[in-house]
């Protein structure tokens, strides 16, 4: 009974491919999110969709592209995949976005895709 | 912008030590806080969180106050144990207007505990 499940757990793959990470959460919740660790273990947002609609988009470049086919899904791909786009990626959901009661905006967390680049 | 500060890390801890771990912020608004805890090899659970000024937020063992007039939102434990040994990270989420809510992260700060 995972609450937020990705695959897959682990990808090795050369420069230049393009591949995708999974994540799907059986919470219910509206709104899902793609965060990035670094090396350093720091985390930072790059996506967020509510109800299958784009909402956050920070500064990632183009060649990473979500997409969210229902609610309870939201896929990463990532074209030509270069040695700086190894790190952990991590998939969040929360019950809502802005505007609601402040417990919708409590996130859950996947286990990672930990990504590397040769 | 909003940003989270948080204290350099590794500490480490003796078993049954006091632990600290400070986490100041920076926001508009008033922001929800959280403390995240990630263990070797796994993904981020929420550890505990505070939703208004001097909200005390516990599980666990561990608690943070919610300090408004500080910008504070410090990790105590009374006594730690050898099982708590992870990366703790303070986070924010603001809830601005028209935006989604989103959540800004401290830098980590690792727990190392020792028999």
């Known amino acids: 009974d995972t609450a937020v499940s990705q695959t897959p757990k682990y990808l090795v793959t050369q420069m230049g491919n393009d591949k995708s990470i999974k994540c799907e959460q059986n919470?219910?919740?509206?709104?899902m999110y793609w965060y990035k660790q670094d090396s350093k273990k720091f985390l930072k947002i790059m996506f967020s969709y509510n109800n299958k609609e784009l909402i956050i988009n920070e500064t990632v470049p183009n060649r990473f592209s979500p997409k969210s086919p229902d609610k309870a899904h939201l896929n990463l791909h990532i074209n030509s995949l270069e040695l700086g786009d190894s790190a952990v990626y991590f998939c969040?959901?929360?019950?809502?976005?802005?505007?609601?009661?402040?417990?919708?905006?409590?996130?859950?967390f996947g286990p990672g895709t930990r990504l590397t680049v040769l | 912008g909003n940003s989270v500060t948080q204290m350099e890390g590794p500490v480490t801890l003796s078993e049954e030590a006091f632990l600290t771990i400070n986490c100041t912020y920076t926001a508009t608004g008033y922001p929800s806080l959280f403390w995240y805890v990630q263990y070797p090899g796994e993904g981020l659970q929420l550890l505990l969180k505070?939703?208004?000024?001097?909200d005390k937020g516990s599980n666990k063992g561990f608690e943070a106050t919610y300090r408004k007039e500080t910008t504070s939102f410090h990790l105590e434990k009374g006594s730690v144990q050898v099982s708590d040994s992870a990366v703790y990270f303070c986070?924010?989420?603001?809830?601005?207007?028209?935006?989604?809510?989103?959540?800004?992260f401290g830098t980590g700060t690792r727990l190392q505990v020792t028999l």
């Open positions: 919470l219910g919740h509206d709104t």
């Open positions: 505070a939703t208004k000024a001097d």
């Open positions: 986070a924010l989420s603001a809830r601005n207007t028209g935006t989604a809510s989103k959540l800004t």
């Open positions: 969040a959901s929360s019950r809502g976005g802005a505007g609601g009661p402040i417990s919708y905006n409590e996130q859950f």
